[in-house]
T-cell receptor
Framework: KAGVTQTPRYLIKTRGQQVTLSCSPISGHRSVSWYQQTPGQGLQFLFEYFSETQRNKGNFPGRFSGRQFSNSRSEMNVSTLELGDSALYLC?????????????FGSGTRLTVV | DAKTTQPTSMDCAEGRAANLPCNHSTISGNEYVYWYRQIHSQGPQYIIHGLKNNETNEMASLIITEDRKSSTLILPHATLRDTAVYYCIVRVDPAGGTSYGKLTFGQGTILTVHP
């Protein structure tokens, strides 16, 4: 079956702009989580959606937001981009978010802010 | 979620067993140990998990000490494709509602498998 699909794979934006990243989970998976990965901070949890509701949120400023649609696809938005937002953004889908073995990650979107 | 400590890097010869240690001395009774790995430019991949018994699957074995304060991931016959960053994660599962969707990754161990 198809894996987790993230689009676009690469993105270059200018400081102050906003960006929207997309994640299509594995068919049947209702949970989508987002992570930011940088060389300095490693992998950090952003937020998780289950059945269109945000269930958990990491320690990121309000410029980072997300949503989930009725078909479980999710989008993540970052407004007023800063240089420090340059990172690999990963999404993971799961059938049951309570079970840690069930997370399947996408290959990520690499965002560069210039 | 409990904190984990892993060596920064390890080397292993191809075909030999790779033993990756993880310390989780503050683990609680209802916290599981998970291992994920991340191969360069890809998203993390689930390997194995366990509570207190040793576990084995087609990818690896997980040995958890009796006091549960540490564990070892064993790749029985390492190949070049096993070169990756390996993450040991401790979290409550499945009844821990506050951990919904959240995996807390540390810095992991960079495993390099040599020919």
């Amino acid at each position: 079956k198809a894996g987790v699909t993230q689009t676009p794979r690469y993105l270059i934006k200018t400081r102050g702009q906003q960006v929207t990243l997309s994640c299509s989970p594995i068919s049947g998976h209702r949970s989508v989580s987002w992570y930011q990965q940088t060389p300095g901070q490693g992998l950090q949890f952003l937020f998780e959606y289950f059945s269109e509701t945000q269930r958990n949120k990491g320690n990121f400023p309000g410029r980072f937001s997300g949503r989930q649609f009725s078909n479980s696809r999710s989008e993540m938005n970052v407004s007023t981009l800063e240089l420090g937002d340059s990172a690999l953004y990963l999404c993971a889908s799961s059938l049951d978010p309570r079970q840690g073995r069930g997370y399947t990650f996408g290959s990520g979107t690499r965002l560069t802010v210039v | 979620d409990a904190k984990t400590t892993q060596p920064t890097s390890m080397d292993c010869a191809e075909g030999r067993a790779a033993n990756l240690p993880c310390n989780h001395s503050t683990i609680s009774g209802n916290e599981y140990v998970y291992w994920y790995r991340q191969i360069h430019s890809q998203g993390p991949q689930y390997i194995i998990h366990g509570l207190k018994n040793n576990e084995t699957n087609e990818m690896a074995s997980l040995i958890i000490t009796e006091d549960r304060k540490s564990s070892t991931l064993i790749l029985p016959h390492a190949t070049l494709r096993d070169t990756a960053v390996y993450y040991c994660i401790v979290r409550v599962d499945p009844a821990g509602g506050t951990s919904y969707g959240k995996l807390t990754f540390g810095q992991g161990t960079i495993l390099t498998v040599h020919p």
